[in-house]
DNA sequence: CGGCCGATCAGCT
DNA sequence: GCTGATCGGCCGA
């Protein structure tokens, strides 16, 4: 069952800790990859100043961040990698998730296909914003995709979220990299499944 | 395994 | 002209 736009319309700290244990589907050209969300990071402009959207601006590339919740935001970063947000709340306000790690429930032969990597282990592949879009071929193109009506990219209930205890296993830290954002760098909005393996290894300095 | 570093360019200012 | 919500290769331990 895939989410409908209620479930979006949250804001983007509480949506944070709902998308963990959820699922991503990904099609493209008649082939189907289904991934686990297994880390996330809130970001909560206009007050927060790791967000591209701090103090309401609003530019060509931040647009996205304004559309109601249920939307995409995918953007470039350092030139060559993108990263996928979940956009949450109602529309002008600029808040989104951004999905930092998944791990592979189908369709593991086309991720593999879109990484190309040396490396044989297989949580190289979606441990990390800029690895999962490889893998996902989530691109510019993605921008501003309704993930309520849209068949190429949604989120779908995890049917066995409750067995698996997510909710139990989720754990808070600092934010990844965001060292300008003075004292919002030490929000505890990333939030991840423990011990999952596909977290990003990222230092933690929490 | 962990730290360092270069790659590479859109989107701002 | 500068910077970044990153990654992978290389090197030392």
Not at 74 to 98: H, Q, R, W
Not at 129 to 149: E, F, M, Q, R
């Amino acid at each position: 069952m895939r989410f409908s736009k209620e479930f979006y319309l949250d804001n983007a700290v509480s949506l944070a800790k709902k998308l963990l244990g959820q699922y991503i589907v990904r099609r493209i050209d008649g082939k189907e990859i289904i991934v686990k969300i297994v880390e996330t990071e809130a970001y909560v402009g206009p007050e927060d100043k790791g967000c591209h959207a701090y103090n309401n601006r609003r530019t060509k590339r931040t647009e996205s961040m304004f559309l109601e919740g249920g939307y995409a935001y995918v953007y470039i970063i350092y030139g060559m990698y993108y990263c996928l947000n979940i956009v949450t709340a109602k529309e002008d306000k600029p808040e989104a998730v951004l999905i930092r790690a998944v791990e592979p429930i189908s369709g593991l032969e086309y991720i593999k296909e879109n990484r190309k990597i040396k490396s044989t282990k297989i949580e190289e592949l979606t441990n990390g914003p800029g690895k999962l879009c490889k893998a996902l071929n989530i691109n510019k193109s993605l921008d501003k995709y309704n993930l309520v009506t849209g068949e190429e990219l949604f989120v779908m209930k995890n049917e066995n979220i409750e067995k698996e205890k997510v909710v139990e296993k989720i754990a808070e830290s600092k934010r990844i990299n965001i060292d300008y954002a003075e004292e919002y760098t030490e929000k505890l909005w990333r939030f991840y499944i423990k011990g999952n393996k596909f977290v990003s290894k990222n230092k933690v300095k929490n």
